[in-house]
């Protein structure tokens, strides 16, 4: 017997093999849960379906996350195939390599909202779209944040703002789905390498100082994330809602 047999659950933001999101589909997927994922453009199709096919996921959908046609027709598909859904995975982001290196005194307006609405908004929208579905048995949404968002992180800067906004709309969606028995967590997760990071100047560094610092003295693997993902997105956390937790190895508690 699985943890979530008889879930379903929707994955947004495989990109390949290195994704967070690819690690929570697999402990997902072996713990007993029916998935959906989407991808984010053609170029990231040919990666995806191939993935999504060794787990047996048949539900393959695209979904840019500022295009709101694209997000509707996701959540009329999973409307019509499984009429209700258990699990929300978001682990998505975005921002233009040039916001990722220069100083935050030089964020462009245009680089802020790019940043803001893919990274932080895009939570927001999917959990309305979801809602109803969600709130057919109960479900559970997460989203992947970083310590960026309330500490000063080199080269991290608009990335850091837009988490600061995905960590504070977890809270308010779990203020309002809870009333619906929806309940809405956050992982804080060390530097992992994967697509996303490598944009991020300086990447190397942060997974040195990770190294030598946290309390566990190495760094955290995708397994790490989905491990505690398995936990927030399964009956295990029923009682919790609206938490960030932190997966970095201890590195959080450090001071000096
Ligand atoms: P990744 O590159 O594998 O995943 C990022 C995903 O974002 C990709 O699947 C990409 O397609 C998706 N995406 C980008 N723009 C999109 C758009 N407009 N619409 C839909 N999807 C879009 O990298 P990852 O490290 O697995 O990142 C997953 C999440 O984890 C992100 O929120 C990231 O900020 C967070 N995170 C990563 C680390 C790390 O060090 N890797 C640490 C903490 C938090």
Redesign the pocket.
Known sequence: MGLLDGKKGVI?????D????WAIAKRLKEEGAELAFT??GPV?ESRVRPLAESLGVKIVQP????NDDEIEAVFNTLKDEWGGLDILVH????ANKEELKNEFLQTSREGFKLALD??AY?LVALSRAAAPLLEVRGGSIMA???YGSTKVIENYNV?GVAKAALETSVQYLAEDLGKKGVRVNAI?????R????MGISGFRKMLDIVEQKAPLRRNITQDDVACTALYLLSDLSKGVTGETVFVDGGYNIIGM
């Open positions: 947004f933001g495989v990109a390949n290195k994704s967070i999101a991808y984010a990231l979904c840019d996350v500022t682990s998505l982001a975005f893919i990274s895009s992947m944040t970083y990335m804080s997760a060390g530097p992992i994967t697509l996303a990071a």
